[in-house]
């Protein structure tokens, strides 16, 4: 009996302690790893340096894809229509912040889709003129970001093709007429031009045809120079763009120095890839407990000037000292 007794004891004894254990095995268990949504109007080959130059402004906050937080990609390979359902369904996932990247029209497709989880989102276009915050020091609501300021160095951007085809009477301008940004740069872009008494013809393109029949346009009614407006369709055509360009040669101006490394003439705009780090930041700041109603639309600070020698060359264009001693970067 006393041999049973002591059995039954240390049963309970240990039976107890077990029970005991439970809520601090429980409360021991790790917190879910947060989900960040990256939504994207491109395809990932266009954007791979740039997502990296992401995930480095996750790193410097602590936060490394895979160990400490996860990333859901959504790519709609340049169809804009496809945006929405993408919106939708990182919201549907609950993730915990949305990144809204490659132009405004994912910005536009993920505000549409929620009003509860923050969004980061990049945009050449004005974001107060496009109703996506308030105010650029004051966001409000659930989206913040980073603004490139393209309509306002358009004027530059002229300025730099006529320093370079000084001779040239009239510059076309490609512009993709179903951007949600179109409506603005139909404003901005003339206003640029009339602000330095450059004549201009827009030439609309928004699927690889058109692409080919602007450049046809543009030879025909002998169009001097090219300024590419500022899109991630004519990103991710970059290529045929670039082609188009050497074989009609067409002297161009483009908004990303991507353009100018792979042979475009020259380039003109923000920093894209400090410009991601940057988001990557202010995600990671999001993660921990800010808000993006608190976080200021972050706007570039220096526009990065490249030009390529070599295509210069091929052009038969002879590119002035001065001009030379302002770019950031010089491909030879």
Known sequence: MASYIGRRKFLATLLGGAAAAWPFTASAQQPAMPVIGYLNTGSPNSFAHLVNAFRLGLKDAGYIEGQNVAIEYRWAESRYDQLPALAADL???????IIATGGEQSAVAAKAATTKIPIVFTAGGDPVRQGLVTS?????????GMFFLTGAIESKRFGLLRELVPNTAIIGVLLNPSSPAAELQLQDIPEAARAIGQKIVILQASNEREVD??????????????????DPFFSNRRDQILALAAQYSVPTIYYLREFAAAGGLVSYGANLAAAFRQVGIYVSRILNGEKPADLPVLQPTKFELVINLKTASSLGLSVPPSLLALADEVIE
């Open 213 to 230: 029949r602007a450049f046809e346009t543009l030879v025909r009614r002998q169009i001097g120079a090219l300024l590419v407006a500022s």
């Open 136 to 144: 650029l020091n004051q966001p409000g609501g659930n989206l913040t």
């Open 91 to 97: 919201v549907n996932r609950q993730v915990a912040v």
